[in-house]
């Protein structure tokens, strides 16, 4: 599985923005997917998850309430949905996928290159 993250970049405080995960590989749909991020200076952290059926949702507990993320298995795309964007939301955001529906970067396999997500106040 190649995964490849879009849909960074400048957006004020309050705003919205949406990432995009792409995947290329005929067993994408059976994957969890999870977006982590790491602001610069800091590790990387947990941000989403959704399993393969997309039934299954989990988020951090800074982001809940203002990001959902979603996905279309027919697209091979699973969608990063970010509203009232926050300073410390800045942050390069990885989408990475794993057959394993965990918060660790280490249940999971492949990682995109990420995108990167600066939020101005």
């Known amino acids: 599985v190649q995964l490849q993250a879009s849909g960074g970049g400048l957006v004020q405080a309050g705003g919205s923005l949406r990432v995009s995960c792409a995947a290329s590989g005929r067993t994408f749909s059976s994957y969890t997917v999870a977006w982590f991020r790491q602001a610069p200076g800091k590790e990387r952290e947990f941000v989403a998850l959704?399993?393969?059926?997309?039934?299954?949702?989990g988020y951090a507990d800074s982001v809940k309430g203002r990001f959902t993320v979603s996905r279309d298995n027919a697209k091979n795309t699973v969608y990063l949905q970010m509203n009232s964007l926050k300073p410390e939301d800045t942050a390069v955001y990885y989408c990475a996928a794993g057959k394993v529906t965990g918060r660790s970067e280490y249940d999971y396999d492949y990682w995109g290159q990420g995108t990167k997500v600066t939020v101005s106040s």
């Open positions: 959704i399993n393969w059926s997309g039934v299954s949702t």
